[in-house]
C-alpha cells in the first residue's frame, strides 16, 4: 500500500500534508481496517528513498549508454525573482529508443552569467558521475 500511495503523491504532486486528511485516512480504514497510516514526516522519508533508488538506477544506466549523451540547459527567473536551472539528458538507449531524463533542478540565483551556469552544469555532471564523458 505505501509504494502506491507514494507514487499517487509523486504522479499528482500532491503534499505530504495529503495523508494527514481525515477523509483520506477515513478511506484507508475503511479499506482495511488495521491499517495505520503514518505521519507526514515517514511518507518524505519514503519518497527520498524511492528519489534515492531511483538515482542509483539511472546513474547505472547512464554509464552504460551506447551512444553519447546530449544535453539541454534551461534557466528561468519566477515571479518572486528568484533563478532556477535545471540540466536534462538525452541520449539512445540500447532498444534504439530517444530517452530524456531531467538530472538537476536548482536555484541559480540571478543574473545567469555564463560562468555560473558552467560550474553549476559541471557540479551536476559530477553529481551524476558523467563529467568524464564531456571533459575527459
Known amino acids: 500500500m505505501n509504494d502506491f500511495i507514494c507514487m499517487m503523491i509523486i504522479q499528482h504532486d500532491l503534499s505530504f500534508s495529503f495523508v494527514e486528511y481525515r477523509r483520506f485516512r477515513e478511506l484507508i480504514k475503511y479499506l482495511c481496517l488495521n491499517a495505520k497510516v503514518p505521519s507526514r514526516r515517514a511518507w518524505t522519508i519514503y519518497i527520498n528513498n524511492i528519489y534515492e533508488d531511483q538515482t542509483i538506477i539511472l546513474k547505472s544506466v547512464l554509464s552504460k549508454v ?58 551536476f555532471l559530477e553529481d551524476w558521475e558523467i563529467e568524464q564523458n564531456f571533459f575527459p
Open 66 to 123: 551506447p551512444s553519447r549523451i546530449s544535453l539541454t540547459s534551461d534557466l528561468w527567473t519566477s515571479f518572486a525573482t528568484e533563478g532556477y536551472i535545471y540540466l536534462t539528458a538525452h541520449y539512445v538507449d540500447e532498444n534504439w529508443k530517444l530517452q530524456s531524463k531531467i538530472l538537476n533542478f536548482c536555484h541559480l540565483p540571478p543574473p545567469h552569467f555564463g560562468a555560473e551556469m558552467a560550474k553549476a552544469i559541471y557540479e
